[in-house]
């Protein structure tokens, strides 16, 4: 994946030995952000890949109980407290427990009592983020409410070189209402210096300005076929674009299947993008799930002619376009076949 949200970054951390901690305080310390490098395995299932998470929070969460035991007066227990918050929410949501949850929020609100005005930006920054985590789409009073946190914090903190990142991502969230993501993005660029982030914007809006637009998608497909989105008028498409390197590519690749199957046949038709820089790894990736979705490759990665010309920077992404070929989701994993089934009523 190319994109990773600045807001959840560290929820894949390494693997570590425990037993590697139990010395000064910064030897500890260093040990607990080396957690954060990634994991050397690739799991090779969606439930490979849960169990990998969890497994992976379980060892960060307990590096980080020790490092607070051992070191509760450190410069950095403030820091091992939002982390250890954080690790535990996102542990939760895996495991559907309530109980890690609610340690979580328990963390957030102890620290509430003796924060300090320096440390103030990292528990608003927090709480914003796990309002994220926490985050159901469909609930616009939820969305609506973080909006304004979000405003809330780059206006207290206009300097925090988070803010930019922080109104793109909830951008993200508003992709029915294209004139309000566009209004965001276009502050967040404004604010944004790292010309990573800029150009990661820019992408962003690139693929905002396509929505309600006819998407002008023709390309020879790994089985042979002459593909024109056109033609297939009068039926909903979903287009959905990946790489077999992207562990959420393959999962959102099963969901989608999932989805399509509740489907009655032939009322909608799917489309692919992979991004794999090798055709017979995209072949054996469609063979292996089973698919026959006609699938465009050029074995030009990120920087593919497609991949640019729509914005796209993250995987996996899912579009939906209606019997008229207008792009309708920008955002259509979720609920894809609910999405669906609303077109064909129009």
């Not at 050029?298 to 019997?323: C, H, Q, Y």
């Amino acid at each position: 994946m190319k994109r990773f949200s600045h807001l959840l970054a560290g929820l894949v951390v390494a693997s570590l030995s425990l037993g590697a901690l139990a010395g000064t305080a910064e030897e500890d310390w260093q040990a607990v952000i080396a957690l954060d490098a990634g994991p050397h395995e690739q799991p090779d299932s969606p439930k490979a890949v849960g169990s990998m998470v969890v497994a992976h929070l379980v060892r960060q969460e307990r590096a980080l109980r020790t490092f607070l035991t051992a070191h509760p007066q450190d410069a950095h227990a403030f820091e091992a407290e939002i982390r250890l918050s954080r690790a535990l929410q996102i542990r939760g949501d895996f495991e559907a427990s309530e109980k890690l949850r609610m340690e979580s929020q328990r963390i957030l609100d102890s620290l509430e009592k003796t924060v300090t005005p320096e440390q103030r930006p990292e528990l608003e920054f927090a709480k914003i983020a796990r309002t994220m985590r926490i985050l159901k789409r469909s609930d616009t009073t939820q969305r609506d409410d973080l909006l304004k946190a979000a405003r809330a914090f780059t206006e207290a903190y206009p300097t925090d070189h988070r803010d930019a990142a922080l109104l793109a991502e909830v951008a993200g969230l508003y992709d029915t209402q294209p004139k309000l993501k566009e209004s965001l993005l276009e502050d967040a660029q404004a604010m944004a210096k790292d010309p990573d982030l800029k150009a990661r914007i820019a992408d962003d809006l690139t693929r905002v300005h396509l929505f309600g637009q006819g998407v002008p998608l023709k390309f020879t497909s790994v089985q042979g076929q002459e593909i024109d989105v056109a033609s297939f008028a009068g039926k909903p498409v979903f287009i959905i674009f990946f790489a077999q390197n992207s562990v959420p590519s393959i999962m959102a690749l099963t969901k989608l299947q999932q989805e399509v199957a509740t489907l009655p046949q032939g009322s909608i038709h799917v489309l692919g993008v992979s991004l794999d820089r090798n055709r017979e790894t995209t072949v054996e990736t469609l063979k292996s799930h089973g698919l026959s979705w006609p699938t465009a490759w050029d074995g030009k990665g990120w920087e593919g002619s497609m991949v640019r010309g729509f914005g796209i920077n993250a995987l996996p992404t899912v579009w939906l376009l209606d019997g008229h070929g207008k792009l309708r989701s920008l955002s259509a994993l979720e609920g894809a076949a609910s999405m669906a089934r609303q077109l064909m009523r129009e």
